[in-house]
């Protein structure tokens, strides 16, 4: 009887902390807690006067059936509201002093010790919505009275997870969640997203330079307030930032004839390249109001928004409107881009494709739909095009041609680039050759020449090294070379370093060279915060002058032979790229050069 006393307490209480954790995994707002706690109590007494009475009220197994079941409905009941998320983590932040913009008055809000002013949801195009969606970005609206931008706009629509798997990523994946009962909701996400966010230093300024910076996600998910790569970390060093919305998935990158018949500029499917233009124009006709120099802006990027920065390099609609550029851990500029890219026909191709999927005849029985409905689409419609009006040729070929818009190209990527896409993917002995033929087909003689695996670790690490060098470190070594083919200044850099987070994993590098390692943090040692203070120093020289050297740093030289990289690990010097007779074989595939 007390074995039976004691495994009923254990499983019982076991089933109430995983309730609870279920609760926090998934945001559930407070009540859902509270709520558990009463029927956990109910339950208990339930059991006890149940055995008092020799089972005959009520029988035990009914009665946990009953307990997981209203839990169950506690679940959906306190299901996380969907709240915007703010632009500070101050409760009560002081505001700012009101910018007057064409479009309007505008307030933000200081950051937690006043060092930084951040203005966020300020529209920079009308909503592209209704008859709007799949048209060219237009103008926003003014504004009546004071615009308070105290909290992120909307994310970009995209497919969503449940709260619970992201809280899951954290956990596996970056190893930094935190319990907290003040992130109990879901941040929105809407077609209406077509706002910009700023950081700047406190106080007047003047002349200040700007970096203008685009989020990553696949050109399918993504948002701008991610604590990585907040503007806070650069704003506290004199860099005004700022980010934005844009479109993504079906709602960024769809491309159907009736739209190029359409449009006054007989574009389709560059919708979101097309709004990432719209934001520079914005910051260069309304920066200077924050105190921001409009002659003296950088555009950066990581992943797909690094992809899009690659893009941007060659649109003659950029033209003029930044300086130089940061590409983090992707480019467009091999002959024949991995990811991020298609040609114009495949787009058109995919289009009509979606019609039948959704039993439309025409793009007006399409913009009918939802956006929820479309948003799954996202997985097709991801890939920029050469359109003829955002972009008139690849950006190989327009680099081949001398045409470009920056004066100097900082650049890099991480030394374990792939670790996050092979999860799933991982190569044994067993399948590894089969692997290679697969994807490199009559090229994978030649793969296993350079990556001969012996046994199941050297096949593991081989085909992670390979899947990293092919869709991210051989695009870059491509836009080294066109870098110095038209003497532009290039800087590259390989990102090493490990830590109890991300590591250099892809984007592990973001929180380093922004400059927003957690103070708290003890997922980072003494090196990592000497490291990301020499990156914050190298990007900040950089977004100012276009040279990255000064303060002291170790020397930076500039890749003018495509041989070498600055190595950001555990420690910071120039090294030997390690990749190069793979970078030949993958020149073959691209058709470089030819």
């Known amino acids: 009887m007390k074995i039976k006393k004691i495994l009923f307490v254990f499983f019982s209480l076991l089933l109430f902390i995983i309730m609870l954790v279920v609760l926090e995994l998934n945001k559930n707002t407070v009540a859902g807690f509270a709520l558990v706690a009463v029927i956990t109590a109910g339950f208990y007494t339930l059991h006890r006067y149940t055995v008092a009475h020799g089972g005959k009220f009520f029988k035990k197994s009914a009665a946990w059936l009953g307990w997981i079941a209203m839990f169950i409905g506690i679940l959906?009941?306190?299901?996380?509201?969907?709240?915007?998320?703010?632009?500070?983590?101050?409760?009560?932040?002081?505001?700012?002093?009101i910018i007057k913009l064409k479009q309007g008055d505008l307030q933000g809000v200081f950051n937690a010790d006043k060092s930084v002013e951040v203005y966020t949801g300020i529209p920079y195009a009308k909503p592209p919505v209704g008859e709007l969606r799949w048209r060219e970005p237009m103008d926003a609206e003014p504004w009546n009275g004071v615009l308070v931008a105290d909290k992120f706009a909307p994310m970009s629509m995209q497919p969503q997870n449940l709260p619970i798997y992201n809280s899951l990523t954290r956990i596996i994946g970056f190893h930094d969640y935190k319990i907290s009962l003040d992130d109990n909701y879901v941040e929105p996400a809407s077609e209406d997203s077509l706002y910009?966010?700023?950081?700047?230093?406190?106080?007047?300024?003047?002349?200040?330079?700007?970096?203008?910076?685009?989020?990553?996600?696949?050109?399918?998910?993504?948002?701008?307030?991610?604590?990585?790569?907040?503007?806070?970390?650069?704003?506290?060093?004199?860099v005004i930032v700022v980010n934005m919305g844009y479109r993504l998935g079906i709602f960024g990158y769809y491309a159907n004839e009736e739209l190029i018949s359409e449009s006054p500029n007989g574009t389709t499917g560059n919708y979101g390249l097309l709004d990432q233009i719209k934001a520079l124009e914005w910051v260069r006709d309304n920066i200077s109001a924050f105190g921001g120099n409009a002659d003296n802006i950088t555009l950066s990027g990581e992943s797909a928004g690094s992809a899009s920065v690659s893009a941007l390099c060659t649109s003659p609609l950029a033209k003029g409107l930044f300086k130089r550029v940061i590409l983090e851990s992707s480019t467009v500029a091999s002959k024949n881009p991995p990811h991020s890219f298609r040609t114009l026909n495949d787009a058109l191709e995919d289009g009509k494709k979606t019609l039948e999927q959704y039993n439309c005849?025409?793009?007006?029985?399409?913009?009918?739909?939802?956006?929820?409905?479309?948003?799954?689409?996202?997985?097709?419609?991801?890939?920029?095009?050469?359109?003829?009006?955002?972009?008139?040729?690849?950006?190989?070929?327009?680099?081949?041609?001398?045409?470009?818009?920056?004066?100097?190209?900082?650049?890099?990527?991480?030394?374990?680039?792939?670790?996050?896409?092979?999860?799933?993917d991982h190569a044994k002995m067993k399948n590894y050759e089969k692997k290679i033929r697969d994807y490199f087909g009559e090229y994978a003689d030649e793969i296993m020449s350079v990556y001969p695996a012996k046994n199941d670790d050297e096949a593991d690490k081989y085909w992670s090294e390979i899947y990293g060098a092919v869709f991210f470190d051989y695009p870059h070594y491509c836009l080294n070379r066109l870098a110095n083919e038209n003497n532009i200044p290039v800087y590259e850099y390989i990102f090493t370093k490990t830590n109890g987070r991300l590591g250099c994993w892809h984007s592990g590098e973001e929180v380093y060279c922004y400059g927003n390692i957690p103070e708290e943090s003890k997922l980072y040692d003494s090196r990592d915060r000497e490291l990301s203070a020499q990156m914050l120093g190298y990007w900040k020289n950089f977004i100012i002058s276009g040279n990255p050297n000064g303060d002291n740093l170790p020397a930076w030289t500039q890749n003018t032979d495509s041989n070498t990289l600055m190595c950001f690990g555990d420690t910071t010097e120039i090294i030997d790229e390690k990749e190069h007779e793979l970078f030949a074989v993958l020149d073959k595939i691209d058709g470089w050069g030819v």
């Open 76 to 97: 959906f009941l306190t299901w996380p509201p969907v709240k915007a998320a703010p632009a500070v983590n101050v409760k009560n932040p002081e505001k700012t002093e």
């Open 196 to 238: 910009l966010n700023i950081w700047k230093p406190s106080g007047k300024a003047e002349n200040l330079p700007v970096l203008v910076y685009i989020h990553g996600g696949s050109l399918q998910t993504g948002q701008p307030w991610y604590a990585d790569y907040s503007g806070e970390g650069l704003a506290k060093n004199g």
């Open 361 to 424: 005849s025409s793009v007006a029985e399409l913009r009918k739909l939802s956006a929820e409905e479309l948003a799954s689409q996202a997985f097709v419609h991801h890939h920029m095009t050469v359109d003829g009006y955002a972009l008139t040729e690849t950006p190989y070929e327009s680099y081949k041609k001398g045409a470009y818009n920056e004066e100097a190209i900082l650049h890099g990527y991480n030394d374990e680039e792939s670790a996050a896409f092979i999860i799933f």
